[in-house]
């Protein structure tokens, strides 16, 4: 059963910064790729980053290229997410995902969900 456990938002002021972890547990495949998506109210939920497992390959939205950095780490099965230069227009709940294969943004091929966590960042 794989269980992923999103924690570390907050509130900060913009241009300040947050590390959102994601744990996961019983995923065995490397064959995998670990996403973040956010969703603020009255939006869709959109991807922001995420990471191939086999391979490191990443992917980044446009709005957060420069600004955020997706890791892993193995030992600790959790998948980071450093979000630098924060902006209001970033605040959301943060989800982690999983997927079997290759990264996309398709939120449909996320077969695992997080609890989500809360990002505001004011102005």
């Known amino acids: 059963q794989v269980q992923l456990v999103a924690s570390g938002g907050g509130s900060v002021q913009a241009g300040g910064s947050l590390r959102l972890s994601c744990a996961a547990s019983?995923?065995?495949?490397?064959?995998?790729?670990m996403g973040w998506f956010r969703q603020a109210p009255g939006k869709e939920r959109e991807g922001v980053a995420a990471?191939?497992?086999?391979?490191?390959?990443?992917l980044y939205a446009d709005s957060v290229k420069g600004r955020f950095a997706i890791s892993q780490d193995n030992a600790k099965n959790t998948v980071y997410l450093q979000m630098n230069s924060l902006k209001p227009e970033d605040t959301a709940m943060y989800y982690c995902?999983?997927?079997?294969?290759?990264?996309?943004?398709?939120?449909?091929?996320?077969?695992?969900w997080g609890q989500g966590t809360q990002v505001t960042v004011s102005s």
């Open positions: 019983g995923i065995t495949d490397s064959d995998t790729c």
């Open positions: 995902a999983a997927a079997e294969g290759y990264c996309s943004w398709n939120p449909v091929l996320y077969t695992y």
């Open positions: 990471i191939y497992l086999g391979g490191d390959s990443t």
